[in-house]
């Protein structure tokens, strides 16, 4: 027999014997069982929603809260420690003296009073044009800076319903706790 070139050829020269009857069809298609059909559509769709809500959500780290009307107000507030400013960190225990800065952001756009409840009282810190990205809160002198000057409880309002008016609806808070000063 002679040397064929091609692997088709060789291929056709091979002797042996007959494949058996029930070989399989390379050719054809394999058959799912119709849950496996089932389960494999189901899969897809599930992907594909998931897909759909993944990238139509943006991350943008506004709480979504109330209902029609209801405006999303991002409130972060940092503390200037001696080693860089820090964002406030819930359950711990800042110095007297302090200071605090803030940034604010609201979705829709709106305007919204800033105040913070002290030992002493209400302190109103101001009310600001707030845009969705949330920008530095700044005041004549530069940053709007709120010194902890009193020993105890102290908690951040910002509010789109005026001074003092807070709702799930339009209000965010930062609690805030004060020790004496250990120097």
Not at 107 to 123: E, N, Q
Not at 158 to 165: D, H, V
């Amino acid at each position: 027999m002679p040397e064929p070139h091609d692997p088709i050829d060789w291929i056709k020269h091979l002797e042996g014997p007959e494949p058996p009857a029930n070989a399989p069809d390379w050719n054809q298609e394999p058959q799912r069982s119709p849950w496996a059909q089932r389960a494999a559509v189901g899969t897809v769709l599930a992907m594909a929603a998931g897909a759909l809500l993944w990238f139509s959500v943006p991350d943008n780290g506004i709480r979504m809260r109330g209902g029609e009307g209801a405006v999303d107000i991002d409130l972060r507030v940092v503390a200037l420690m001696e080693s860089g400013p820090e964002r406030l960190r819930k359950g711990e225990v800042y110095p007297t003296g302090q200071q605090l800065v803030f940034r604010l952001g609201a979705t829709p756009s709106a305007r919204v009073s800033v105040w913070a409840i002290s030992p002493k009282g209400r302190s109103e810190l101001g009310e600001y044009d707030s845009e969705p990205t949330p920008a530095d809160l700044k005041n004549d002198g530069g940053l709007l800076a709120l010194t902890l000057d009193t020993p105890g409880n102290w908690t951040v309002y910002a509010s789109t319903a005026g001074y003092g008016e807070c709702d799930a609806d339009n209000c965010e808070s930062r609690a805030v706790v004060v020790a004496e000063d250990s120097k």
